[in-house]
């Protein structure tokens, strides 16, 4: 096997190096020898069609005024150069049945203009169900302020009201209630004037209940179309999948998209994924010059250090190059929310639930009696009744497969034989009870 060196720079190629001179780089044809796989084809390619010619058309000499010496030929430059060299086309085309090319649109502006359309139009933006709440403060009339209600409680998004429209914080006053069932009370004040009260079997859930009192005050109607406590299962993750796990935006993109932050997801992902890594996490912080600072965390056997602002944006970006030292094969962010966030949790338990009522189904049975569960064969017609309604859920179910060998007897003593492997998908009970 031929290797070529270069003695001044020691690079070693197993292709033929050419010298291209003042051609152009871009726009030149290529030496057969630069390419040795393809050249080795056409050599076996042409010796094969020689032979068989050879076989089917014996070669009879020529008649010639002067004989050529051995070894030496007349050929056209043309049929030479076509021979021996590869033009862009053809060398696309034989690398395209060997690898897998992946097309990329690199679009060409005339002005600044024009690129700054293209990225406003091209930018991540949030789904259309997504709900927003716009105000103005009171101070700035002109400056508006839009909140994000999605995945956010009723204290966070009255937080955030009262911030940015009074410039202060909601006041909270706890007392006792006479209901022994729901002993705490809880009532929101905003520049000293009520506008909610709730009660509850905790402070918190007082608290909760006050501030929904007080969000349906401020904003009339609009709470029960957009409640921030609704069902989250359809939630769009589509415009976190242009983001790079370790790309600075995520964090902001994050906070206005009521997505958990990269230390939340990281600590998300030590919980389900205990025993796997270390959970011991070590950070420490050394100040640079111009007011930055770096920030260095280490976790098992991972360490990710990055320079910051402060402690707090520190601890996310450090956490985001953690997540993709864990997560190698996933390359955007909206994959790790797909897995560690609060839609996950939700649909994971919603299974679970499920899971829980067929076992309890299937406890109730009763082994001695030879009639069938009717517990079991409603929850199976609902089941089919959604998969009738909702044909997309048909691949989250698993099939059934029964496989009988043998002979089975009836309870009428017919044997019933020949059976063989079948996919259960319809069950129907007649009147006296058989199946």
Request: hydrophobic share 30%.
């Amino acid at each position: 096997m031929p290797v070529f060196l270069h003695k001044d720079s020691r690079v070693c190629s197993l292709a033929k190096p050419y010298f291209l001179g003042p051609a152009s780089a871009r726009k030149h044809d290529i030496p057969l020898s630069a390419v040795p796989c393809l050249q080795y084809r056409k050599a076996v390619e042409k010796e094969k069609e020689a032979l068989c010619q050879a076989k089917t058309e014996p070669v009879e000499p020529q008649p010639s005024d002067e004989p050529l010496p051995d070894g030496v030929r007349i050929e056209n430059y043309e049929e030479l150069k076509k021979e021996t060299s590869l033009d862009s086309k053809h060398l696309r085309e034989y690398c395209e049945k060997l690898f897998e090319f992946k097309r990329i649109t690199v679009p060409r502006f005339k002005s600044w203009k024009e690129r700054r359309t293209y990225n406003h139009q091209n930018r991540p933006q949030l789904p259309s169900s997504t709900k927003l709440i716009a105000c103005r403060s009171k101070d700035d009339r002109k400056k508006e302020c839009v909140i994000n209600i999605d995945g956010k409680s009723s204290v966070c998004i009255l937080h955030e009201y009262v911030q940015n429209v009074y410039r202060q914080q909601p006041h909270y006053i706890y007392d006792e209630n006479a209901d022994p069932k729901m002993p705490h009370r809880a009532t929101v004040k905003i520049q000293q004037i009520t506008y909610g009260t709730g009660v509850g079997s905790s402070k918190k859930a007082a608290k909760l209940k006050a501030a929904e009192e007080a969000l349906k005050v401020l904003f009339p109607g609009f709470y029960e179309k957009a409640s921030p406590t609704a069902n989250r299962s359809d939630c769009d993750y589509s415009v976190f999948d242009a983001i790079r796990i370790t790309d600075e935006r995520v964090q902001e993109m994050c906070f206005k998209a009521g997505q958990p932050s990269p230390y939340a997801i990281l600590v998300e992902c030590l919980k389900r994924n205990f025993g796997i890594v270390d959970p011991k996490m070590e950070t420490a912080v050394t100040a640079l010059r111009y007011q930055k600072s770096q920030f260095a965390m280490t976790l098992g056997g991972h360490t990710a250090t990055v320079v910051c602002k402060n402690k707090r944006d520190g601890k996310q970006k450090a956490a985001q190059q953690i997540l993709q030292d864990l997560h190698p094969n996933l390359e955007c962010w909206g994959s790790l929310l797909r897995l560690y966030s609060k839609t996950s949790n939700a649909i994971q338990k919603e299974r679970k639930d499920e899971e829980l009522k067929i076992t309890q189904l299937k406890a109730q049975t009763d082994k001695s009696s030879k009639k069938p569960n009717y517990l079991i064969l409603e929850k199976l017609k609902e089941e089919m009744g959604k998969v009738r309604h909702h044909p997309e859920l048909l691949d989250t179910y698993k099939h059934l497969t029964l496989d009988f060998a043998g002979t089975m007897v009836a309870q009428g003593g017919a044997s019933i034989s020949s059976f063989k492997t079948t996919t259960v998908t319809e069950c129907e009970s007649d009147g006296d009870g058989e199946l």
